[in-house]
């Protein structure tokens, strides 16, 4: 296992349409997290998942955003009726437990609505 | 919300000591100071983290004041691949969630 795979590493779509996007945690890895980070800043949480449960939810994560982790395996996220606004890096996290030096990171989905 | 400060951005010569600052002057007993960097177009990695004892591992140490008020990252030998944003977070060791403010952008100039 060579750490979290994200997918796609980059989308663009047009305003008003739906996007998803897939990660793959570390096997071993019972959390997996959702962060968007927009240019010049950090990452900010999205929602998070211990196992297949989605225990917490950010404001950010307004009616339009859904995540899903259904086998508390690979986790999905999807955005309906994108708009500009949307456009930022999608990244996933996962880790063992809640240390916080357990985080790994894959290196995000990119996107951007035109 | 954030609740530390750090230096918009800082250069430090290639082969010296990068000391990277971090105010977190609200901390809570039970918070601990953790360190994140972004190389571009990467997710986050975890550096190190501490609770109030200065830590040291293989990629950098941790100085926490006495008062916990403050702290400082030391890469002791910064090689062009340490230019990355680097993030101080507080939090507890059993948080959900981390703040990652907008870090301090290093630049190792060779």
């Known amino acids: 296992d060579t750490g979290v795979s994200q997918d796609p590493r980059h989308k663009i779509t047009k305003r008003g349409q739906n996007v998803t996007f897939r990660c793959d945690p570390i096997s071993e890895h019972n959390r997996l997290y959702w962060y968007r980070q927009t240019l010049g800043q950090g990452p900010e949480f999205l929602t998070y998942f211990q196992n297949e449960a989605q225990l917490e939810k950010s404001r950010l994560l307004s009616d339009r955003f859904s995540a899903e982790r259904p086998k508390g395996s690979f986790s999905t996220l999807e955005i309906q009726r994108t708009e500009q606004g949307d456009s930022a890096m999608y990244l996933c996290a996962s880790s063992l437990g809640r240390d916080g030096y357990g985080y790994t990171f894959g290196s995000g989905t990119r996107l951007t609505v035109v | 919300d954030a609740k530390t400060t750090q230096p918009t951005s800082m250069d430090c010569a290639e082969g010296r000591a990068a000391n990277l600052p971090c105010n977190h002057s609200?901390?809570?007993?039970?918070?601990?100071v953790y360190w994140y960097r972004q190389i571009h177009s990467q997710g986050p990695q975890y550096i190190i983290h501490g609770l109030k004892n200065n830590e040291t591992n293989e990629m950098a140490s941790l100085i926490i004041t006495e008062d916990r008020k403050s702290s400082t990252l030391i890469l002791p030998h910064a090689t062009l691949r340490d230019t990355a944003v680097y993030y101080c977070i507080v939090r507890e060791n059993t948080g959900n969630q981390f703040y990652f403010g907008t870090g301090t952008s290093l630049t190792v100039i060779p």
């Open positions: 609200t901390i809570s007993g039970n918070e601990y």
